[in-house]
């Protein structure tokens, strides 16, 4: 049946599609025989929505990437967060989601070879925070107060880690996949620290760059006007999260093509997540030292920003 679905929904007699979709549909097969899987993900993944498609893919390669580790026992399937594994005797909840592509252009999405796009890095970085936002209110509610969390409905336990999972897939140039923004830290780093573009400080009188560094970005600007913030995990609030685990998952790891992973951890985090727990290329560290941040990849390398001064372009 799964498969029959992708025929239709991936189209195509090229080998290597056929390979992908045989892939996804193996899959995802698999998750459904391994237990794990919701009630309700046969159902979605073959309604016909699109949004419901991919969330259901994510999940089972969420799932295929965490296949060596041991997944704990839980009061019921379905109910909190997608998935639970274990670190020894630490749980570590997993909760996963997909964004769609909303105001990402048309251009950038479907590659016409041999034209030029512009890098929409502002779009692409709002669906990330967007989607990040979303799952931090699943698991300590709103700040409205509208939403119950999961920490507060008992569904996690403030004792346990708790990681959000973005597949940025369905933002792909394309067919290339990426999750590095425009400051060569990936997207999540970028939605959750304020990280900004690269610039150079030029003396004006002798034309000479005198200093350089990453610009200080708390906050991105969405269509309406509104400051989106890209500092949450500056927020005491946020220490329930864990990590962000960002994820560019579509299946075509099967005919040997790169699908970036990374872990950003949170500086402020009650619970933080072992280094090396989740499968991925790499992980972001952070550090506060009075008013400046220092976000470094691990093993620890050079690339850092600072939070207390704006550098001018």
């Not at 969390?149 to 990681?163: Q, R």
């Not at 060569?184 to 003396?203: L, N, S, T």
């Not at 093509?257 to 402020?268: C, F, L």
């Amino acid at each position: 049946m799964i498969l029959d679905e992708f025929e239709l929904r991936f189209p195509g007699d090229h080998p290597n599609r056929k390979l992908v979709r045989e892939y996804l549909a193996q899959t995802c097969e698999s998750f459904i025989n391994s237990g794990h899987a919701d009630p309700k993900f046969l159902t979605e993944i073959t309604s016909g929505e699109e949004q419901k498609l991919w969330a259901s893919i994510t999940e089972a390669l969420v799932a295929d990437q965490l296949s060596a580790h041991v997944f704990g026992a839980r009061k019921k399937l379905g109910a909190g967060p997608d998935f639970l594994v274990m670190n020894g005797e630490q749980r570590v909840w997993i909760e996963v989601i997909c964004p769609g592509p909303t105001d990402v252009p048309q251009d950038w999405l479907e590659v016409k070879f041999g034209t030029c796009v512009k890098f929409p890095y502002q779009e692409i970085l709002l669906r990330w925070t967007s989607a990040i936002k979303a799952k931090v209110d699943q698991q300590i509610g709103s700040i409205d107060g509208k939403k119950i969390g999961y920490l507060k409905s008992g569904l996690t336990n403030p004792a346990d880690a708790y990681v959000i999972a973005v597949n940025g897939c369905r933002l792909r140039n394309g067919p290339f996949p990426g999750i590095l923004g425009i400051s060569q830290f990936p997207f999540a780093a970028e939605a959750v620290y304020p990280i900004g573009p690269f610039a150079y400080q030029i003396d004006r009188t002798t034309c000479q760059i005198v200093s350089g560094g990453h610009q200080y970005q708390p906050f991105v600007t969405n269509k309406n006007g509104a400051k989106v913030p890209s500092d949450t995990f500056l927020d005491p609030r946020l220490a329930p999260i864990s990590a962000i685990w960002a994820l560019d998952l579509n299946g075509c790891s099967v005919l040997g093509n790169k699908e970036p992973r990374a872990v950003i951890h949170n500086v402020n985090a009650a619970v933080p997540l072992s280094i090396g727990f989740l499968p991925c290329d790499h992980e972001y560290l952070a550090v506060m030292k009075g008013e400046d941040l220092t976000i470094s990849k691990y093993p620890l390398d050079n690339n850092s920003i600072m939070s207390g001064e704006d550098l001018d372009s």
